[in-house]
């Protein structure tokens, strides 16, 4: 959430950035509804400082036995106007409230602007695309031939998109979330958390999940509570309503959930396999820094993923992505992307993101500076990586002639234990 007299202030500058991240939002709506609101709280306050003179005034009159029934009737009036007036301010305040909600993040000043995924701009590539003397065939074909996953079995108890992996495939894939917890908490410094996979509606409006994304999310709507799309929501929110030590930060935290996403309007788009599917696994960053020091940390971040990949041994680029392509509640983002051999494309499997205080508005986290002033924390999350798309690169990276795969020696490692 945007700060409401920045937005007074710098209505054209948040226009431009709405426009710029392919959002409709009516600013001057909602800034005529600031001032309604305003208007409101003058007339209130008005009339309530007037009637405490008033009362004052009538108890003096009532103890020198003065007649005080006049004011007494007049005072009956403006009590009934402050009920009316209080009744309608709080109702304009949860409007504004609730359109408030509806701004997204402002880009940061660097990032290009764009329609578009087209005007992504190239930072890096790591590694070359690996070269077969015959011809690679994707995942699907791969998981079938050594039994690793059973997309059908899966749509049959759940629907399409709920892949089961089975065998080695679910071996792997435990392997994967267990390989990049432990390597970013021994080499990269972060605490674990393991959170809770169904959360509230305040940490889902905390994060900028909603009411933006309210049609990708699972509901269970007789609690109304939410399936997660992703650990950043559990994790992030665990310092909702609270006031941080400026000694304490940064915190670092790693944590692994299962994500839930219905990806409306999206089927049909690279849904072969598990390109794009419903439940999968990922091992997720998130810091939360003094603003200072956030971009500093986003870059440290994107290192942290990438040497996840680097590990794996896998070819990848790095992508910053322009405002059209950005989600909602970022201000800068950084795309990974690793490249699939057979299916000859890049995918990503990790997005990072620095929020600045979008996320620490809205979920009211703040920190005590130096000085002892309030301010409100900065906010970043990564995946580090999502498992789905990972699979795909390592099944295709290090498949066989033969149709066989060889697992990567640092993922063989967890599989070698034997009771």
Same mark, same amino acid.
Request: glycine share 6%; hydrophobic share 40%; with cysteine.
């Given at each position: 959430?945007?700060?409401?007299?920045?937005?007074?202030?710098? +209505?054209?500058?948040?226009?431009?950035?709405?426009?710029?991240?392919?959002?409709?939002?009516?600013?001057?709506?909602?800034?005529?509804?600031?001032?309604?609101?305003?208007?409101?709280?003058?007339?209130?306050?008005?009339?309530? +400082?007037?009637?405490?003179?008033?009362? +004052?005034?009538?108890?003096?009159?009532?103890?020198?036995?003065?007649?005080?029934?006049?004011?007494?009737?007049?005072?009956?009036?403006? @009590?009934?106007?402050?009920?009316?007036?209080?009744?309608?301010?709080?109702?304009?305040?949860?409007?504004?409230?609730?359109?408030?909600?509806?701004?997204?993040?402002?880009?940061?000043?660097?990032?290009?602007?764009?329609?578009?995924?087209?005007?992504?701009?190239?930072?890096?590539?790591?590694?070359?695309?690996? @070269?077969?003397?015959?011809?690679?065939?994707?995942?699907?074909?791969?998981?079938?031939?050594?039994?690793?996953?059973?997309?059908?079995?899966?749509?049959? /108890?759940?629907?399409?998109?709920?892949?089961?992996?089975?065998?080695?495939?679910?071996?792997?894939?435990?392997?994967?979330?267990?390989?990049?917890?432990?390597?970013?908490?021994?080499?990269?410094?972060?605490?674990?958390?393991?959170?809770?996979?169904?959360?509230?509606?305040? +940490?889902?409006?905390?994060?900028?999940?909603?009411?933006?994304?309210?049609?990708?999310?699972?509901?269970?709507?007789?609690?109304?509570?939410?399936?997660?799309?992703? @650990?950043?929501?559990?994790?992030?929110?665990?310092?909702?309503?609270?006031?941080?030590?400026?000694?304490?930060?940064?915190?670092?935290?790693?944590?692994?959930?299962?994500?839930?996403?219905?990806?409306?309007?999206?089927?049909?788009?690279?849904?072969?396999?598990?390109?794009?599917?419903?439940?999968?696994?990922?091992?997720?960053? /998130?810091?939360? /820094?003094?603003?200072?020091?956030?971009?500093?940390?986003?870059?440290?971040?994107?290192?942290?993923?990438?040497?996840?990949?680097?590990?794996?041994?896998?070819?990848?680029?790095?992508?910053?992505?322009?405002?059209?392509?950005?989600?909602?509640?970022?201000?800068?983002?950084?795309?990974?992307?690793?490249?699939?051999?057979?299916?000859?494309?890049?995918?990503?499997?990790?997005? /990072?993101?620095?929020?600045?205080?979008?996320?620490?508005?809205?979920?009211?986290?703040?920190?005590?500076?130096?000085?002892?002033?309030?301010?409100?924390?900065?906010?970043?999350?990564?995946?580090?990586?999502?498992?789905?798309?990972?699979?795909?690169?390592?099944?295709?990276?290090?498949?066989?002639?033969?149709?066989?795969?060889?697992?990567?020696?640092?993922?063989?490692?967890?599989?070698?234990?034997?009771?």
């Amino acid at each position: 959430m945007i700060d409401i007299r920045f937005l007074r202030d710098n +209505a054209e500058q948040v226009k431009t950035a709405v426009k710029n991240k392919n959002e409709k939002v009516d600013i001057d709506a909602i800034l005529a509804l600031d001032e309604q609101r305003r208007k409101l709280q003058f007339q209130f306050d008005t009339l309530k +400082a007037g009637q405490n003179k008033v009362s +004052a005034l009538i108890a003096r009159k009532k103890k020198s036995g003065e007649d005080a029934a006049g004011l007494i009737a007049e005072m009956g009036k403006v @009590a009934q106007q402050i009920k009316e007036i209080s009744e309608e301010l709080s109702d304009t305040g949860d409007k504004l409230d609730m359109v408030m909600l509806s701004i997204p993040n402002l880009p940061h000043p660097e990032v290009t602007v764009g329609a578009s995924e087209a005007s992504n701009r190239f930072i890096r590539e790591w590694g070359t695309k690996q @070269a077969f003397d015959f011809s690679p065939v994707d995942h699907l074909v791969l998981a079938e031939k050594n039994a690793l996953l059973d997309l059908q079995r899966g749509a049959k /108890v759940s629907g399409s998109g709920f892949p089961v992996y089975t065998g080695l495939g679910a071996a792997i894939e435990r392997a994967l979330i267990n390989f990049m917890l432990q390597y970013h908490i021994q080499k990269h410094g972060y605490t674990e958390i393991w959170a809770p996979f169904i959360v509230n509606r305040k +940490a889902m409006i905390g994060t900028g999940q909603l009411p933006k994304l309210e049609n990708d999310m699972y509901h269970v709507e007789e609690d109304d509570l939410w399936l997660i799309p992703t @650990a950043e929501v559990p994790i992030t929110h665990l310092h909702a309503e609270e006031i941080m030590s400026h000694k304490s930060l940064p915190v670092k935290y790693v944590g692994f959930t299962p994500c839930f996403r219905r990806e409306a309007g999206s089927y049909g788009k690279d849904t072969r396999g598990l390109q794009r599917i419903h439940q999968f696994n990922k091992v997720e960053i /998130v810091r939360f /820094v003094t603003p200072e020091t956030s971009y500093d940390a986003l870059e440290e971040m994107v290192t942290d993923a990438e040497h996840i990949l680097q590990a794996l041994g896998l070819h990848y680029r790095v992508i910053e992505l322009c405002t059209g392509d950005m989600s909602f509640a970022s201000a800068k983002t950084y795309d990974i992307e690793v490249w699939a051999a057979g299916l000859q494309k890049y995918l990503e499997v990790s997005s /990072v993101s620095n929020f600045e205080d979008f996320q620490a508005r809205r979920a009211n986290i703040r920190y005590r500076d130096d000085d002892g002033k309030l301010r409100f924390i900065h906010t970043l999350n990564g995946s580090g990586v999502a498992t789905p798309r990972l699979m795909i690169a390592l099944l295709e990276q290090y498949q066989q002639a033969d149709g066989s795969i060889k697992v990567p020696p640092i993922i063989q490692n967890w599989l070698n234990y034997r009771i």
